[in-house]
């Protein structure tokens, strides 16, 4: 059954949110910190006069230091600056796409894929879970997410093969990272940002932490199962699937191939960690990659360039859409709103009951990320204000980075203004919409598992 006609493009979506971004610097007050770098300072929330009319729609310019409402000139010349602003990212999926085009083109995909399901009998079961644990763990211990971007085509491929949908391929991958990423284990990303910042020893807390990171990985591992089997039902797939695959040995050239992957992976983990490399360094390795594997094809120099450009291409309007997704939150920085959204949701954590207090912590944080995908900005942004609010209202200063962690987290896994989200939608080709009504429910059981473990963190006094 066809569902093209039900499915909303996602370009429409996030112009959208666009639209809706613009339409708010007219209804929501400017207002700024004081800061300190990029740290927020707490007390320091000033109001700024602005004039609200509807003409503002119309203005062409905006003279330096203006507080104004967006115009629609100033909306279109966001989109622009976003693609300028996510560049990094939407050049390293577009080199993630062409070196997978190469690796498809030349068989290596399909005859390594063939020898794995043979050495599980195809059994899925088997198969989901082994791998999602140590996608989890990578998360959690080391904070990978964008290194897994090179996995998503392989594990997509591999769910295609048994029979299931590509959606189920992005999913083993997607939610194991994040389940990794809400509890952040000793995972540097946020807690040499978050835990400095309400006085706390980075890394400390690991044990309860790791705790939390068993029962989200379990749960998420149950969650995939669950949607294996439903599909299965649905779809007449066999789950266990007594299925011929291909036990012969790889050629000569797709193991050289393939070893030249994993090689190239397990190098990645290790720079990403010693060199902290960031998008322009990941992006030039996955290109040496790319021509690395070229030269091995076998496809010769031309035939591998056509396979480059045209696994770039499949995933060509998918990239531009993270550049739009960064385009709203330039739009929210221009309208010089931010702040005055983060002081309303701040607003709501009380200062009379510590257990009420680290649920307003959680929520403002869940509402703050659609804003500010971004782990270091909402840290940066939210922990100085939200870890005094903690000690006013009894809230233990790790069950404040807990709040913090567990609302970032969870709306990263659905909200269209992530970049990294939009970049692993784009590499496994799955639309925003398809994918927002997959992940929805596990969402809402993170969000009740994550309510349950801030209280049982504030009876610890944490």
Not at 10 to 23: S, W
Not at 167 to 186: D, E, P, R
Request: hydrophobic share 50%; net charge neutral; charged share 10%.
């Amino acid at each position: 059954m066809s569902t093209s006609k039900k499915t909303r493009n996602p370009l429409v979506i996030l112009f959208g949110i666009l639209l809706f971004a613009g339409l708010l610097t007219y209804v929501v007050d400017s207002g700024s910190y004081a800061r300190d770098g990029r740290l927020v300072l707490p007390g320091s929330y000033t109001t700024l006069e602005k004039d609200h009319g509807i003409n503002n729609l119309w203005r062409f310019s905006r003279e330096a230091g203006q507080t104004a409402p967006v115009s629609l000139s100033e909306m279109l010349m966001a989109v622009p600056e976003g693609l300028e602003k996510g560049a990094g990212l939407i050049f390293m999926v577009l080199v993630i796409g062409g070196m997978f085009g190469i690796l498809k083109q030349t068989g290596a995909v399909d005859a390594g894929l063939e020898r794995l399901l043979s050495s599980v009998r195809g059994n899925i079961y088997v198969l989901v879970p082994s791998l999602m644990v140590v996608f989890a763990a990578g998360s959690t211990f080391l904070g990978l997410a964008s290194e897994y971007l090179l996995i998503i085509p392989l594990m997509v491929a591999m769910a295609e093969r048994l029979g299931f949908s590509k959606i189920i391929g992005l999913g083993i991958v997607t939610v194991a990272v994040k389940a990794g990423y809400l509890s952040s284990v000793t995972n540097p990303l946020p807690l040499t940002i978050a835990q400095p910042l309400v006085g706390v020893p980075i890394f400390s807390g690991a044990g309860l932490r790791f705790a939390f990171f068993l029962i989200f990985t379990t749960v998420g591992i149950g969650f995939m199962l669950w949607v294996i089997h439903r599909y299965s039902k649905h779809h007449k797939v066999q789950e266990n699937a007594v299925v011929t695959f291909d036990s012969q040995p790889l050629s000569a050239r797709h193991r050289l191939m393939w070893l030249t992957i994993i090689s190239g992976i397990g190098f990645l983990v290790y720079a990403s960690n010693t060199w902290q490399w960031n998008k322009e360094e990941l992006t030039a390795f996955y290109l040496f990659l790319s021509i690395t594997l070229a030269f091995m094809s076998g496809l010769g120099l031309s035939g591998a360039a056509d396979a480059f450009v045209s696994g770039m291409k499949k995933i060509l309007l998918a990239s531009f859409l993270i550049g739009v997704a960064f385009a709203i939150a330039v739009t929210l920085e221009q309208g010089q709103i931010l702040d005055t959204v983060i002081f309303g949701l701040t607003s709501i954590v009380g200062e009379g009951n510590s257990w009420l207090a680290a649920q307003g912590m959680l929520f403002s944080q869940l509402s703050l990320d659609f804003l500010i995908p971004s782990t270091s900005g909402q840290a940066a942004v939210s922990m100085p204000i939200l870890g005094p609010l903690g000690q006013l209202a009894g809230v233990g200063p790790q069950t404040t980075v807990l709040a913090f962690l567990f609302g970032n987290g969870i709306t990263n896994m659905i909200t269209p203004t992530s970049g990294t989200l939009l970049a692993y939608l784009a590499t496994a080709q799955v639309p925003w919409t398809q994918w927002a009504k997959f992940i929805l429910p596990l969402c809402i059981i993170f969000v009740g598992l994550s309510i349950l473990m801030l209280s049982y963190a504030v009876t610890l006094g944490v």
